[in-house]
């Protein structure tokens, strides 16, 4: 695996054009894998560097831009959702924008087997998309010297950054608000009940005989469900994340188009988190927000709600 990852990834739609002078990307060590990262820093800082030489895996060129972050300024972590990576239109566009609007750094991140980073992709894999989270919150702490601001999570992403809010409520997070953009409130269902959501009639009876069926083949990755998957996801349960939830700030954007996670998750979540909770739907928006069609007006609403005091 080269030292820098790359804007594109195979069998990912091409994004690369969204992606913004002022944005390096490289990789976050953990303890058994390695997370592909891209962080837009502050252009006036004045810090670029050859993009060849980036491209060619200078980790000296790359080990000085990220000394110089600036550290007066809260980074705004981002995580995708289920079967996403970190250049997905969406977030790619979304963390462009914030950084203009706000001005603050923006690092987006592949969860363990996504886009560039190392694993085999698990379906409902939220035990390891956790650690991996960890593992960038962590590094932006010890390596960057930077405190977080935000961590914005898509879909299933969510799940990820509701259980890291209700456990890492401590001095050294002290004002990290949170955004749900268009997350799924799980509850416990029937493997049936999964099975038929996810799967089509052809894909379920090859499941049922073999015990593992192939989902997608994305380049030279092939995704497959097992039916221990299936009861993991469907035995997953996040309301008691929300039992003794933080006294912690969380904004849910949710579509009203939205036809893969209904929009009333967005009322569970009100539900569960009460006072702590901002709830905006947007008008006729899909899960993923038609793409760049919402970018502004979400903008606008993380951007309210951060600076709110």
Request: charged share 25%; aromatic share 8%.
């Amino acid at each position: 695996m080269a030292d820098i990852p790359a804007k594109e990834c195979e069998g990912y739609p091409s994004t690369s054009w969204l992606s913004p002078t002022n944005e390096i990307d490289f990789y976050v060590s953990g303890k058994k894998t390695k997370i592909a990262c891209s962080l837009i820093y502050n252009d006036d800082q004045k810090i670029r560097t050859s993009s060849n030489d980036l491209a060619n895996g200078n980790p000296a060129d790359l080990q000085t831009i990220l000394r110089r972050v600036d550290k007066s300024k809260p980074i705004f972590v981002i995580c995708h959702g289920h079967l996403s990576w970190r250049n997905q239109m969406l977030l790619i566009a979304l963390s462009k924008k914030l950084n203009e609007v706000l001005g603050y750094p923006m690092l987006r991140f592949d969860f363990g087997g996504n886009g560039h980073s190392d694993g085999d992709w698990k379906f409902a894999a939220y035990d390891e998309n956790y650690c991996d989270l960890c593992t960038v919150v962590n590094y932006i702490h010890t390596t960057l010297q930077c405190r977080i601001g935000c961590i914005i999570a898509h879909s299933q992403g969510v799940v990820t950054s509701m259980k890291y809010a209700s456990q890492h409520n401590n001095t050294h997070n002290s004002g990290l608000k949170y955004v749900n953009l268009a997350g799924r409130f799980h509850i416990p269902e029937s493997p049936l009940q999964v099975a038929e959501k996810r799967l089509s009639s052809e894909q379920f009876t090859e499941l049922q005989r073999k015990g593992v069926v192939t989902i997608l083949k994305r380049g030279n990755k092939t995704y497959r469900i097992t039916l221990e998957d299936i009861k993991r996801h469907a035995e997953y349960d996040t309301s008691p994340t929300f039992t003794n939830f933080p006294d912690v700030e969380v904004l849910t954007i949710h579509g009203d188009a939205d036809k893969h996670v209904p929009v009333d998750n967005a009322i569970k979540f009100e539900r569960a988190l009460k006072d702590r909770h901002t709830k905006r739907i947007i008008s006729d928006a899909d899960h993923n927000f038609n793409g760049m069609r919402h970018v502004d007006e979400i903008v606008s609403e993380i951007k309210s709600f951060y600076m709110k005091q």
